[in-house]
């Protein structure tokens, strides 16, 4: 079984801000894969289990707010009795343009604050993350503030596209690992 655990923050403010973008990731393969979220009593999260590629899974939304993520993926991991190996975390990433993805097997959080709140409370890294670029705020926009706005719609085309993508890059993380889902959406021709 695999667990795949999209990071964002619950409530209405934030559906379709940038850091909610994990959350879309989630939102768009339960309604392809047809699985069903729903709150799971003592494990502060929606999820849903599920078939994708052929291997069972596990769907999953975080309730905890992105800064406490770690929360609910080691309430999960323990419930579920996983390896870190069959972990993928989905998430946004300020330092990749817009419309980029990045697959890796394990390593630091990168600033992103909910992969942080993970390897804290697992006390381990060596997770796969997925992480999607929503660029860099200006200059003089703080943040947070920046991670919490919602797309414009210029970038709103870009984003569907760019969680089409992830979802592709999910497809053959599940079937074939992070090595091949790195070969292939790695690539700066991929986006």
Avoid at 46 to 62: F, Q, R, T
Avoid at 108 to 134: C, H, M, P, T, W
């Amino acid at each position: 079984m695999k667990l795949i655990v999209g990071l964002g923050n619950p409530g209405r403010e934030y559906i379709d801000t940038r850091h909610n973008i994990g959350f879309a990731v989630i939102d768009a393969l339960s309604k392809k894969y047809d699985i069903r979220l729903k709150n799971e009593s003592g494990l502060y999260s929606l999820l849903a289990k599920g078939i994708i590629e052929s291997e069972d899974a596990v769907l999953v939304k975080p309730l905890t707010f992105m800064n406490l993520s770690g929360v609910a993926v080691k309430a999960l991991i323990k419930r579920y009795k996983l390896d870190l190996t069959d972990l993928l975390v989905v998430c946004d990433d300020m330092d990749l343009e817009l419309g980029r993805l990045k697959i890796r097997p394990q390593g630091s959080s990168a600033g992103q604050k909910g992969v942080g709140s993970i390897i804290e409370y697992l006390e381990n890294d060596s997770f796969s993350r997925l992480r999607i670029g929503i660029d860099r705020p200006g200059r003089n926009v703080d943040p947070s503030r920046y991670v919490l706005s919602p797309f414009n719609k210029k970038e709103k085309q870009v984003v569907q596209e760019i969680i089409e993508k992830a979802c592709g890059c999910v497809q053959v993380w599940m079937a074939q690992g992070t090595e091949k889902a790195m070969n292939i959406f790695n690539t700066k021709e991929n986006y």
